[in-house]
């Protein structure tokens, strides 16, 4: 069973800067795709950032040029760093990844971001 833990959210004032993470259980590389996804009530959840067994990302367009979806081999973790905060971007992220055709999800960490 493959599990990712998140952490790194938090409150955050806007303008300001968090970097999330997910340590997954097993090597990274095994993953077809690996990504952040958000979800605020009322609303589906939405792609952030994924990032692919290549190395190729994909940014929402409400990310790009201010978040960065990055990963380390070594210690099995993907991140995910978020400046130029604004309230809009207030969610709860969930990492995911996809191996051989099956989703997984991390439990979600709380992104607060005050204006």
């Known amino acids: 069973q493959v599990q990712l833990v998140e952490s790194g959210g938090g409150l955050v004032q806007a303008g300001g800067s968090l970097r999330l993470s997910c340590a997954a259980s097993?090597?990274?590389?095994?993953?077809?795709?690996m990504g952040w996804y958000r979800q605020v009530p009322g609303k589906q959840r939405e792609l952030v950032a994924r990032?692919?067994?290549?190395?190729?990302?994909n940014y929402a367009d409400s990310a790009k040029g201010r978040f960065a979806i990055s990963r380390d081999g070594g210690l099995n973790t993907v991140y995910l760093q978020m400046n130029g905060l604004k309230s809009e971007d207030t969610a709860v992220y969930y990492c995911?990844?996809?191996?051989?055709?099956?989703?997984?999800w991390g439990q979600g960490t709380q992104v607060t971001v005050s204006s």
């Open positions: 995911h990844a996809n191996i051989l055709s099956r989703n997984h």
């Open positions: 097993e090597n990274i590389f095994n993953f077809n795709t």
């Open positions: 990032i692919n067994v290549g190395g190729v990302t």
